[in-house]
């Protein structure tokens, strides 16, 4: 069992920067491909970026590359996403979430585990 608990969310102007940090409970956690989504009202849950178990594989949705950047610290048990150049699109709830295979870390049905989300809004 992992339990995830998202972080570091919050009001920022166009061209700020935030970072989230997901934190992990459980001794398992350096198993797991991260992920994080994203939900804006109104639109489906979308795949942001996710990092694998080691750390050394990352993918990006195409709207963020370039501005988010995803690291894990497995000995701290946490996965942040740095977040820069936001832009009003980007307001959202963004979850983290816990998988087995990096493949289709972008797909939220592939995902085992969730958090509960922490709001990101991009706005002056």
């Known amino acids: 069992q992992l339990q995830l608990v998202e972080s570091g969310g919050g009001l920022v102007q166009p061209g700020g920067s935030l970072r989230l940090s997901c934190a992990a409970s459980g001794s398992t956690f350096h198993y797991y491909t991260i992920g994080w989504f994203r939900q804006a009202p109104g639109k489906e849950r979308e795949g942001v970026s996710c990092i694998s178990s080691s750390g050394h594989m990352t993918n990006y949705v195409d709207s963020v590359k370039g501005r988010f950047s995803i690291s894990r610290g497995n000995a701290k048990n946490t996965v942040y996403l740095q977040m820069n150049s936001l832009k009003p699109e980007d307001t959202a709830v963004y979850y983290c979430?816990?998988?087995?295979?990096?493949?289709?870390?972008?797909?939220?049905?592939?995902?085992?585990?969730w958090g509960k989300g922490t709001l990101v809004t991009v706005s002056s």
């Open positions: 979430a816990a998988g087995e295979d990096i493949d289709f870390c972008s797909v939220p049905e592939a995902m085992v585990y």
